[in-house]
Every structure is written in C-alpha cells, then in structure tokens.
Nanobody
C-alpha cells in the first residue's frame, strides 16, 4: 500500500498562485499513475491532473496548472497559477498501482483550496 499526505492548501485571492504537495510513502516503486483530484461542495470528485507515463490535465486547468513528480523525494506537486474562484475545492492526491491481488488505489485526506474573488 501507499500512504499519501497532502499539504499546501490555503485561502488565496483570484489571480494568485499555490503549490500543493503530496508526500508519498510505502510501496511507491509500484505506483503506475498519480493524480490530483478536486471536489467542490455539491459536486462530484473530478480529476484535475495526472502523471504516469506522461501528464494529463482537465480542460479547465490547462495552461494554468502543472503537475510534477520528484521521485527522489517521493513527492508530487501541483503548481496552480492564475487561480479562479471556481478552483475552490478540496484537493486530493491519488495513487494507483500494483498488479492482481497487490493492486491499490490510495487517497490522501485532502487539502482545502479557497480562491476569493
């Protein structure tokens, strides 16, 4: 299994920037893909960005958010620029990996991002 701990969420004004951090521990060598998801009040959790063989982004954040992974530090980052009020949500880190009975799909506890207008 993999344990994930998010940090970096805060209250920020529109147009500002934040960097979220996801610290990984456990069987990190067996991770296939890591994603940042977000969930706003009354909405479903949705994928924001992912990194595996390459990177992928939701249309709403393309050009503003950047996901990166530092394997030496077992850390994944989400750099968020030009933040908008609609980016307000709890942001979660997710890791999937393993095979067969060893497959895992792990979540962190989330970090709150609030963007004021």
């Amino acid at each position: 299994q993999v344990r994930l701990v998010e940090s970096g969420g805060a209250l920020v004004q529109a147009g500002g920037s934040l960097r979220l951090t996801c610290a990984l521990s456990g069987r990190t060598f067996n991770i296939h893909i890591i994603g940042w998801y977000r969930q706003a009040p009354g909405k479903q959790r949705a994928l924001v960005a992912s990194v595996g063989g390459g990177t992928d982004y939701a249309d709403a954040v393309k050009g503003r958010f950047t996901i990166s992974r530092d394997n030496a530090k077992n850390t994944v980052y989400l750099q968020m620029n030009s933040l908008k009020p609609e980016d307000t949500a709890v942001y979660y880190c997710n890791a999937k990996g393993g095979y067969g009975l060893g497959y895992f799909d792990s979540w962190g506890q989330g970090t709150q991002v609030t963007v004021s207008s």
